[in-house]
C-alpha cells in the first residue's frame, strides 16, 4: 500500500534575522528537515531558545522561512494563498486565551472556531458546526462547564478549550505551543487524557506540540525532534529518540530518561 502524502515537508529550512544595532545575521533555524506523516503526533523539545516557538509558526504558516522549502498540506509556502491554508491548519499559543471577550462562554470560544474570528458570529454558523463544537466540549471534559466565562475558568480549563476551537474546523494539522506549561497537575493530567482521547477520534489528524517538560506529553506521542541552538539533535520514532543519551545532548544536562505506561519522565543525574 503506498504510503499517504506528508502533512508537513520541510528541507533544509533556515530561519534568520538581522540584528539592527550590530548589523549581523542571527540564525534561529539552520538546516532543519522535517516529515510528518497524517496520524502522526510529534512532540516537539528542547530548552529556551531552541528555535521551537519559531519552528511552530513556520508550521503553521505564520512565519516564512528564510531559506529552504516548506510543504504543508501538499502546498509550497511562497506559492500559494496562506490565508487559504491556515484555514485548514490549527494553531493554539501561549497567548490565545487573551484575544477573547471575556464575557464570551466556553461554549461560545469554541463555538468560534467555525467562523475562524474571535468575535461570536452565530448566524454564520451551521447545525454541523454546532454539533461539532458541542463534540469537542465534550471530548475535552469541558461540559459542566460550557455555560461558564470563559475569563472565570482555570488555565487549564481554558486551554482545553482552545484546542477544541482549533478542532471545531477539522483541521489537518494540530499545533500546540506549550498547552502544558503552567498547569497544575490535575490540569495537566486532564489535558492529555483528553489529548489521548483526540487522537483515537481523530486518526488522520497530525498533532506537533512543544514542551520543555517530557512529563507534559500524552501517552500518545508517537515521534520526537529535539532542538538546540536552532539546530535538530534527534528525530524519529519516540523511543528512539527520547533516550537518556540523545535528551542529555539536546538540554546539556546529563538526564536519565524513563517511560512507563507510555509516559516519560526525566531527571538530573548530574
Known sequence: MPE?????ALDAV???????????????????????????CWA??????????TLLTVLGAVDFPSEGTVELLGRTLGRTDVRRLREEIGFVDTRAALRFDPALTVEEVVRTGATGTIGYFLDRMTQGDLMRADDLVATFGLGVLAKRRF???????QKRALIARALVARPRLLLLDEPGAGLDLPGRETLLTALDRLVEREPEL???????????????????????????????????????ESLSTCFGLPLRVEQAGGRWRAVSTA
Open 206 to 244: 497530525a498533532l506537533v506540540m512543544t514542551t520543555h517538560h517530557v512529563e507534559e506529553l500524552p501517552a500518545s506521542t508517537t515521534h520526537a525532534l529535539l532542538l538546540r541552538g536552532g539546530e535538530v539533535v534527534g528525530s524519529g520514532p519516540a523511543p528512539v529518540t527520547m533516550t537518556s
Open 44 to 53: 516537539l523539545l528542547g530548552p529556551n531558545g531552541a528555535g521551537k516557538t
Open 151 to 157: 475569563a472565570l475558568c482555570s488555565q487549564g480549563e
Open 14 to 40: 533556515g530561519v534568520w534575522r538581522w540584528h539592527a544595532q550590530s548589523g549581523t545575521r542571527i540564525a534561529l533555524l539552520r538546516d532543519v528537515g522535517w516529515r510528518i506523516l497524517p496520524g502522526e
Open 4 to 8: 499517504a502524502p506528508p502533512t508537513v
